[in-house]
């Protein structure tokens, strides 16, 4: 058995680790392992693979990015793709595919599941909003950089006594925001799954200035709804699955300058951007890569091909592709109500 190996979509922590993972599991079944270079597209034109040995991978799992590279190819989007992609499957003789990556990725695996071409997924994505899983590899070390960033804006924001607007990823769900700002002391927390608005972040900020906090921290997704924000500019070409480009919003930027239009109080914004995509990965993400991979391999030896392994209740899993993709996991809302308790 030949196992090719993809990462797909934004890097995250522990790719590497998942990446090795894989190989030291499918060298335990006998199994040779190709990497897939550039996600989908090493599938496409000449395609780009290369040998992937215990060798190669013996030393990966504390690098972040990932050896193997990654873009947002879909190669599902004309029949030209297809075909590349099926004849390069053939070509490199690959028996077996294990698609690293978030929704976008993964639902691809799930077509070509559907397609009768052998595929199982494994979830990653620091937005961690895949459906069926508690945590996806990658999370951990974002929101534990935004932790570390929060930390210190909290001491220069109450050195200054300004507001602190902090923009963090998360573009269906404010899992990142909720999180970390939870767990750095946020005073208001911006998501993509509740609107809410400026008006309401200058009410909590005077609150809290009169209940005696002189500085603020207000962390926003980058995809918040805040509905009574100033009309959006054309944010311009989506990518191959249809995406805009978030970071085009500049949506703290415009919540700071509204913030210090509305109440006078100086406001500054820290974009916190691929900073949380980067590094070394947390414990969590290198033992969720690790288990994830090597259940992944799993699911090959047993051809349960369209699966995917997850996390539930801290025992790995697995469930169908199609049903991982169907839709964003929201964010927990009881995280939400628990994080407003310590708003200023
Ligand atoms: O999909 C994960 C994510 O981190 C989103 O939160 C963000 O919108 C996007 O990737 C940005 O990716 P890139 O900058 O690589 O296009």
């Not at 799930?110 to 071409?117: F, K, R």
């Not at 239009?261 to 070394?280: A, D, M, N, P, W």
């Amino acid at each position: 058995m030949r196992i090719g190996v993809l990462t797909g979509g934004g890097d995250a922590p522990g790719l590497n680790a998942a990446i090795r993972a894989v190989v030291y599991r499918a060298e335990f079944y006998g199994y040779e392992v190709l990497g897939i270079v550039d996600g989908w597209a090493g599938l496409l034109g000449e395609g780009n693979v290369r040998p992937l040995r215990r060798d190669d991978v013996a030393y990966i799992m504390p690098l972040g990015g990932t050896i193997l590279g990654t873009t947002r190819t879909n190669p599902l989007k004309t029949e030209q793709h297809r075909k590349e992609l099926q004849a390069n499957l053939k070509k490199f003789g690959i028996d077996a595919l294990v698609a690293i990556g978030g929704d976008d990725t993964l639902s691809v695996a799930a077509a070509l599941a559907e397609m009768g071409i052998p595929a199982v997924g494994v979830p990653k994505t620091m937005d961690n909003d895949i459906a069926e899983t508690d945590y996806c590899i990658g999370f951990d070390t974002a929101v534990s950089t935004v932790v570390f960033a929060l930390d210190k804006l909290n001491t220069t924001a109450s050195a200054h006594r300004r507001v602190m607007v902090v923009e963090v990823m998360g573009r269906d769900a404010g899992w990142v925001a909720v999180v970390g700002g939870l767990a750095g002391g946020a005073d208001f927390i911006a998501i993509p799954e509740m609107p809410c608005t400026i008006a309401q972040m200058c009410e909590q900020i005077a609150g809290g200035r009169q209940r005696g906090k002189p500085f603020n921290i207000i962390v926003v997704a980058e995809g918040a709804k805040i509905t009574d924000l100033p009309e959006e500019f054309d944010l311009g070409a989506t990518d191959a699955f249809g995406h805009m480009r978030l970071d085009r919003r500049s949506i703290g930027d415009r919540v700071a300058r509204e913030i210090e239009c509305r109440t006078g109080l100086e406001s500054r914004v820290t974009v916190l951007g691929h900073l949380q995509r980067g590094g070394s990965p947390t414990v969590f993400d290198r033992l969720l890569a690790t288990r994830v991979g090597v259940a992944a391999v799993d699911l090959v030896h047993e051809k349960r091909w369209g699966y995917l392994p997850v996390l539930k209740d801290n025992r790995i899993t697995a469930v169908r592709l199609r049903e991982a993709v169907a839709h964003n996991r929201t964010v927990d809302m009881s995280l939400y109500d628990l994080a407003r308790v310590f708003y200023a």
